[in-house]
Structures are given as structure tokens and as C-alpha cells.
């Protein structure tokens, strides 16, 4: 047994050299070790964040909290991961579940409908007392604390309090001199302001923006007249400034002389944060982070017409269409000479259902205006509609080829895959070299039963997609059909990880066709899954984008694998389990479901994590799926991903149904662990996603609900690389009893037969 300090200094070397895996190693075996202590806990934590892997930080302090919750360093750890992982996920726009979010001003919240998590506010303060209960002078918790109620404006008296006590017993955290200067800021102390503001700059451990904040400061202090840099500022600074000067209007005893110097440099970065947040919805599709930037802008330059324009332009599109209106008159109440303002006033007053066929009637639509409508209605799923204002589009524009591509879309959303076919191929025939056209035909070639010529098409992802996925090219030449003999090939896994697993089965058949040394490099939630499942191969974990761990000579991404194995339906057959679970693990979960009682097991989930607009009709909800749960004999095991406690007990209290669910698993990060679950289930019952692709390539009978088009099955009841995999469609209008029912005709067999 090795001493826990000589462990740490290891550790300690360990990320030094950025060895993240040998770091993790060792983090695990002083945990193992060690049990009692907790600061191998924090160690690993401090690991994972160090790689950016905050949600899996997050998880791990938490599964800890239990066991040390006498520990005043871990409740503040996790106060802050929470707050920093919360900031993050706002900033990057790739957060996933509803979510209001806390200006430092107020509360603006998205509809239930979009994206974005709930607020971890309630969370982070509730550690941060137990951390002050248990730790009355920890200075970096009595600052965050202040800084939260601050920028909640919540009692501001008692704000200030936390937040002097924190810089006093915590001089030399960054974080706390950059709440001192916000605090500075709203009380009108600007030299304090700048003495915090450089404070919080000298120390390493503070974050992107604080120079924002010194940058305001010294402005509003006299020390700086030139504001027009603003053009130059990042981000962060503009919105750090943004809020300085917020912070600063609030002081009740304002002069003249520096509201007069506020308006002005309120003018010239309102403009900045404009055209930021444009830039960021055109070229990352990151609505969150632009609708910062925006509500800034407006904060400090509430009457700035194109920043309602955009605002409003922005709610349109995640379905908030009264803000949407609401915003557009609002900038035309100020003049707004914006070129689109017309056009999406009227998208947003169709939208609302306000006089569709007046507006229509008036002859002042063009094709644009057009898709936009149909746009409305695909997302309230009434196709035939969306079809009939396609038509409409193309009959004042035959050109429009992006017009006959949604129309397409709307036909294959009917069923009507031959149709839908024809039409995108007519689209991209007038445009054949544009690569959303031709992304476009891949999931009407793949419902047509045609992958040899859905795969060469879906190259095009890469080009589409190159702006916002995570992921890039290693500096690698790509692979293109040379002799592999002797030859390092790298493939690199890129989508969600169901699709990333999927394209992993391929590898097998490539490598019997092209012998070569292959090594994979996937997400770190697959590794040990896809060490064992793929025996011969290199399997590492993924590295930034654009770099590589190893010397290879050719790179290819796992999307493209099909390309050159998958050529037609019959290039599938002899499809048969991919996913190899941990035995012993397997065996675990088999005693754990028989001590349920005798009768099947049956693992099921309802809905996607993600329930955007486009995912919502393939997705059914907790009261579609208990008369399920009502058969006899069989036993239901819960495999949904996210907080499912209020649904659980909702099926238990309203509908008297049982759902069983294993609580000390967690089904989205520990994947080689819910592998295993799955393994040892009788059948799954499971809407298209994910946990489909996983039951199918572990082997296990798979029953699938969903609605057209499914693409992955290539026109077949089942897919052809999962055979035991049956699906049950239904189409739109209709409700989920028909595929449910015959699903449970199914599991009543099973019952039968047990």
C-alpha cells in the first residue's frame, strides 16, 4: 500500500505531463486505498476538470456527497464545478434540458420546449451554506455565496457582507477581489473597483472577463477615455464591461458627469454585442450565448432597434413566437430601418395563427416567406400544411431548390419515401454541388432502401457541420482506398454516441477487407466499452480537436467506416453482436433482476434527452407508455436518462404502475455499467435513439416505437445491422396506442412463454 501523499505527488506528475489516464489511475486506486479519506475524491475531480470533463466531475462529487458530507472542501468543490459547469454550458449553447436562466439583472427563462438546463442556483447555494455550516471562515465559499446574491440582485446588504468577509479570508483567490469589484461597481466606488479589478488580475485562478471589469472600472474612474476598442474586446470582456455598467446605473447616487460617459460607451458596445451575437447564431447556432449578448446589448441600450430585431428574430426560433411579435413592434417603435424586420414581423404574426390568410392574401409573401410558414407548421408536425405552402414556394420560385428540399422532408415525414426521393432529387439536380442538398438526400435514400447511395452523400456532414462539432480532423492525410499494409490507420469516433458506436461495429469488416494496425479514438464514456468490443484494436481516448496521440499515416472518421463496407443491404447480412459486456458485471445484474421475482425483465425508457421540436414526434411521454406497465408478469426496469423521479412517482401514485429504478446507477455517464444492465434484460422497449442502437448491437431483443421517417431501418421492420431489433411505426396524427399495443401483445408473449 503506497502512502497517500507519495500517491498525490504521482498524481500531481501525472497532469503535469497531461497523462490523464495514468492520473486517473492512480486518483482510482487512492480512492480504493483510501476509503475513508476524501481527498482522493477531490483529486479526481480536479482530474477530470482539468480535461474539461465537468459533467463527469459533477457526477463524482456527487455520488461522493453521501459518504462525506462532514467535509467542508467537497460541498465547496461541488458548489463551484456547479456554478462553472452551469456558466459554460450557458456560454457554449450546447446545453440540453429546459432552462431559465439568471441574468445578473433578473430571470429570463426559455420555454420548457428548448434546449437548455434548468438552474443549478438552488443547488450551489445549499453546499455552499452546509460548506459555511461546517467551515464559518472559508473565504472562496463566502464569496460565491455573495457573488450569486448579487448577481440574483437578492439581498444586496447581506451580499456585500459575504463578499468582504470572503476577500478578507481568502486574499489571494482571484475570484473574490472580482466580486469586490463588482460590488465596488454597484455601490458607485470606482478607484475600489479598480484596485479590486487588478487584484482579480494578477491571480491565476479567476475568470475570462475579469479585464472587462477593469477596463469599466477605470472608465468610469476617469483613468481611461478611449472606448471605441470595444470592436477589439472579447466576449467575455464586452459582457464583463456590459455588466459593469449595469451594475454601475444602479447606484442611486449616479452623477452627471459619469451617466454622461456611461450612455456613451453603452452606445458603442451595444453595437458590439450586436453584431457578436449575430455571428454567433450564424456560425455556431448557439442561441444561449447569443441571447446573452443581446440582453446585455438591450440592458445597457434599451432603445437599439437591431438588437430587438435580433432578439426577436431569436425567439422566433426557438418557437417563443409572442416575444418574437412583441420584439419586432418594439423596433418599430424605434425606427428600425432593418431590411428583414417586415418580413419577420410576418412570419411571427403566422406563427401566432393572427390572420394567416390575410397576410397570404395581401401578395406580399415571397418564397422565403413561404418555407418560414411551413417551417410552423412541420413544428406542430401538420405536414400536409407545410406541404401545401411548399407548393406554394416553389410556384413563385421553381429556382428555389432549398424549397423543394424541405418539401421533400415534409413528404418522407408522411411516409411518402418514394415521393420525398424524387422530389430531393430534383432539388439537388439544380444544385449538386451544395453540400446541405446533398446531406438532404441521405435519410431519403436510406428510407428508400438505397445505403450505396445514402453513403457517399453523407461526406457532406463534414462540411456541413464543420462549424459547430466538437470535433475536427486530426493533422492526418485521409485515408482514401491506399494499400493499408504495414500502414497506421487512425479513426476517430464524431457524433452522438449511439451513432459513434454504430460506425465502431464497422471496424471489424473494414479491417477484414483492409489489414492494417487501426487504432480508435472515442468519447471517455466508451472507452473500456469499446476496448473489449473491438479485440485488436488501438482504442484510446479522444484527444482536442485537430491533434492526435499517435504517429499514424492516415486518419479517417468513424462516419465515413460504411462508405467503404456498407455499399447495400446485402453487405449487412451476418450483422450480429458488436457490444461485448463485462461479464461478471452481466452476472451481477442478473441476480439483482431475479431477486424482482420470476416473469421477464423488460428494460424501457420514453423520451429523448434532447426534445427539440424536430425529436418531440419521435418521442412519446410517461402516460403514453403506463398501460405497459400494467401487464402482469412482467417486471419493468427503467433505462430513461435524466431526472425521472417525479415520473416515477407519478406512474406509481396516478396510475398504479411500478417502474423499477436502480438509483446508484447512472445511466447516461456510466455506459459500460448500463451495457451491462442491458445485457442482462429479457427485451427493451425504447423509442429511436441511443439506448436502440445499444440494445441492438449487444444482441438483446430490441422493441422500437417511433414515427417516419426512420432512416435506420433502410425501409425494413428491422434494421439491417440489428436484426433483433423490431420496429413499430405509426404515422402523424396519430397517437402511440397502436405501436404500443402491438408491443405489448409482444411483451405478453414473453410473459407467456417465461
Known amino acids: 500500500m503506497s502512502n497517500l501523499s507519495e500517491l498525490g505527488t504521482k498524481v500531481d506528475e501525472a497532469r503535469s505531463m497531461s497523462a490523464w489516464e495514468e492520473a486517473e489511475v492512480l486518483c482510482h486506486r487512492a480512492i480504493s486505498e483510501y476509503p475513508e479519506s476524501c481527498a482522493p475524491v477531490l483529486l479526481l475531480s480536479g482530474v477530470l476538470e482539468e480535461q474539461g470533463r465537468l459533467e463527469e466531475a459533477v457526477a463524482h462529487l456527487q455520488s461522493n456527497i453521501a459518504q462525506f458530507e462532514a467535509d467542508a472542501d467537497l460541498h465547496f468543490e461541488l458548489a463551484r464545478l456547479l456554478f462553472v459547469f452551469e456558466r459554460r454550458e450557458v456560454e457554449s449553447g450546447e ?94 466606488q470606482y478607484q475600489v473597483a479598480v484596485t479590486a479589478s487588478r487584484a482579480a488580475l494578477g491571480n491565476d485562478e479567476c475568470f475570462d472577463g475579469v479585464d472587462g471589469l477593469c477596463l469599466v472600472a477605470e472608465f468610469l474612474d476617469g483613468q481611461r477615455h478611449d472606448y471605441e476598442v470595444a470592436s477589439t474586446w472579447t466576449e467575455h470582456q464586452m459582457v464583463a ?67 430587438a430585431v435580433a432578439f426577436g428574430a431569436l425567439m422566433h426560433n426557438i418557437g417563443e413566437f409572442e416575444a418574437a411579435e412583441a420584439n419586432f413592434l418594439n423596433a418599430e417603435k424605434m425606427g428600425s430601418e432593418h431590411a428583414l424586420r417586415p418580413h419577420l414581423l410576418n412570419m411571427a404574426r403566422l406563427s401566432l395563427g393572427k390572420d394567416i390568410e390575410d397576410v397570404v ?81 441521405v435519410p431519403l435514400y436510406m428510407a428508400a432502401g438505397e445505403p450505396g447511395k445514402a453513403w457517399p452523400l453523407y461526406e457532406s456532414r463534414l462540411d456541413v457541420f464543420r462549424a459547430t462539432t466538437p470535433r475536427r480532423p486530426p493533422p492526418l492525410p485521409r485515408w482514401d482506398g491506399e494499400d493499408l499494409t504495414g500502414k497506421r490507420l487512425l479513426v476517430w469516433g464524431e457524433e452522438g454516441i449511439g451513432d459513434e458506436m454504430l460506425f465502431a461495429s464497422h471496424l471489424p469488416d473494414f479491417m477484414k477487407r483492409w489489414p492494417c494496425d487501426a487504432i480508435f479514438e472515442c468519447t471517455p464514456r466508451l472507452l473500456s466499452l469499446l476496448k473489449r468490443s473491438l479485440p485488436g484494436v488501438d482504442v484510446r481516448l479522444e484527444y482536442p480537436s485537430g491533434e492526435t496521440s499517435v504517429d499514424a499515416d492516415y486518419q479517417l472518421p468513424s462516419g465515413s467506416l460504411a462508405l467503404y463496407v456498407r ?3 446485402e453487405a449487412y447480412a451476418g450483422s450480429r453482436k458488436f457490444l461485448v459486456a463485462e461479464p461478471s458485471r452481466v452476472e451481477a445484474w442478473r441476480r439483482r433482476l431475479d431477486d424482482l421475482g420470476p416473469g421477464p425483465k423488460v ?7 434532447n426534445m427539440s421540436w424536430m425529436k418531440r414526434p419521435m418521442h412519446s411521454q410517461l402516460e403514453d407508455v403506463v398501460p405497459l406497465l400494467g401487464i402482469s408478469g412482467a417486471h419493468f426496469i427503467n433505462l430513461q436518462v435524466g431526472e425521472t423521479a417525479e415520473e416515477l412517482n407519478r406512474a406509481r401514485d396516478e396510475f398504479g404502475a411500478t417502474l423499477h429504478d436502480f438509483g446508484d446507477l447512472d445511466i447516461k455517464n456510466d455506459l459500460d455499467e448500463t451495457t451491462a444492465l442491458i445485457a442482462a434484460l429479457d427485451s427493451i422497449v425504447t423509442p429511436r435513439g441511443w439506448v436502440t442502437c445499444f440494445a441492438g448491437l449487444v444482441g438483446v431483443q ?18 439491417p445491422w440489428a436484426p433483433n431489433v423490431q420496429v413499430f411505426m405509426k404515422t402523424y396524427g396519430e397517437t402511440w396506442e397502436k405501436p404500443l399495443t402491438a408491443i405489448a401483445s409482444e411483451i405478453r408473449e414473453q410473459v407467456a412463454n417465461a
Not at 481568502?170 to 473574490?176: C, E, F, L, S, T
Not at 421533400?408 to 446541405?436: F, N
Not at 428494460?603 to 434527452?609: A, E, H, K, T, Y
Not at 432512416?711 to 428491422?718: K, L
Open 95 to 188: 446545453v440540453r434540458e429546459p432552462y431559465t436562466y439568471r441574468f445578473p439583472w433578473g430571470v429570463f427563462s426559455f420555454p420548457q420546449r428548448s434546449r437548455f438546463p434548468k438552474s443549478r442556483t438552488p443547488e450551489i447555494v445549499d453546499h455552499l451554506k452546509q460548506c459555511l455550516e461546517l467551515e464559518l471562515d472559508n473565504g472562496r465559499a463566502n464569496c460565491l455565496l455573495g457573488a450569486l446574491l448579487l448577481e440574483n440582485e437578492e439581498s444586496i446588504p447581506e451580499a456585500a457582507e459575504r463578499i468582504q468577509r470572503g476577500v478578507a479570508q481568502a486574499p489571494d483567490w482571484g475570484a473574490a477581489h472580482a466580486s469586490m469589484a463588482r460590488l465596488a461597481l454597484r455601490a458607485g
Open 241 to 307: 464591461v456590459a455588466e459593469g455598467l449595469y451594475l454601475a446605473k444602479r447606484n442611486p447616487s449616479l452623477t452627471e458627469e459619469v451617466a454622461t460617459a456611461s450612455a456613451a460607451l453603452s452606445r458603442s458596445l451595444a453595437d458590439v454585442l450586436v453584431d457578436a451575437a449575430i455571428i454567433q447564431i450564424h456560425e455556431r447556432g448557439a442561441m444561449v450565448g447569443a441571447a446573452r449578448l443581446l440582453h446585455h446589448a438591450m440592458l445597457i441600450y434599451p432603445d437599439h432597434p437591431d438588437a
Open 361 to 441: 392574401a395581401t401578395g406580399s409573401l415571397n418564397s422565403l416567406d413561404f418555407r418560414k410558414l411551413a417551417l410552423v407548421y412541420c413544428r406542430e408536425q401538420s405536414f400536409e400544411d407545410a406541404e401545401k405552402w411548399l407548393e406554394r414556394a416553389i410556384e413563385i420560385d421553381p429556382s428555389d431548390a432549398s424549397a423543394r428540399m424541405d418539401l421533400a422532408q415534409a413528404l418522407s415525414a408522411q411516409g411518402r419515401a418514394s415521393e420525398a426521393l424524387s422530389v430531393g432529387l430534383e432539388a439537388l439536380a439544380q444544385r449538386p454541388d451544395d453540400p446541405e442538398l446533398r446531406l438532404g438526400v
Open 567 to 569: 455499399q447495400s443491404l
Open 603 to 609: 428494460g424501457i425508457c420514453w423520451r429523448s434527452l
Open 702 to 719: 430490441t422493441y422500437c416505437f417511433s414515427a417516419p421517417p426512420h432512416t435506420a431501418v433502410f425501409g425494413q421492420r428491422s434494421p
